[in-house]
């Protein structure tokens, strides 16, 4: 499975971005998939996951200000970041898993100003 995130930048405190991680396969195949924030000094944590079913977790800090989704069709998972705040600067990855295996994309830069 190979995965590519796009849609980082640089956006002042108050503005939204959205992610996007396009799979090599249909997403809906995987156990789930996930979307991580590492920043500098930091453990990669989960921010948001999503199975067939929907959303399955959001981290505390971004519960009503992001928002995970599928698009089957584009094999394709968002992450609409809304109400950016400067402490979610951070390198974004996502994250598939298929039969208990973990496969990750190449991260991209969020990067919010005060």
């Known amino acids: 499975v190979q995965l590519q995130a796009s849609g980082g930048g640089l956006v002042q405190a108050g503005g939204s971005l959205r992610l996007s991680c396009v799979a090599s396969?249909?997403?809906?195949?995987?156990?789930?998939i996930g979307w991580y924030s590492q920043a500098p000094g930091s453990q990669r944590v989960l921010v948001a996951q999503?199975?067939?079913?929907?959303?399955?977790y959001y981290k505390d800090s971004v519960k009503g200000r992001f928002t995970i989704s599928g698009d089957n069709d584009k094999n394709t998972v968002y992450l609409q970041m809304n109400s950016l705040k400067p402490e979610d600067t951070a390198v974004y990855y996502c994250?598939?898993?298929?039969?208990?295996?973990?496969?990750w994309g190449k991260g991209t830069q969020v990067t919010v100003s005060s």
């Open positions: 994250r598939a898993r298929r039969a208990n295996t973990l496969y």
């Open positions: 999503i199975d067939d079913r929907g959303p399955t």
């Open positions: 396969e249909d997403i809906f195949s995987m156990q789930n």
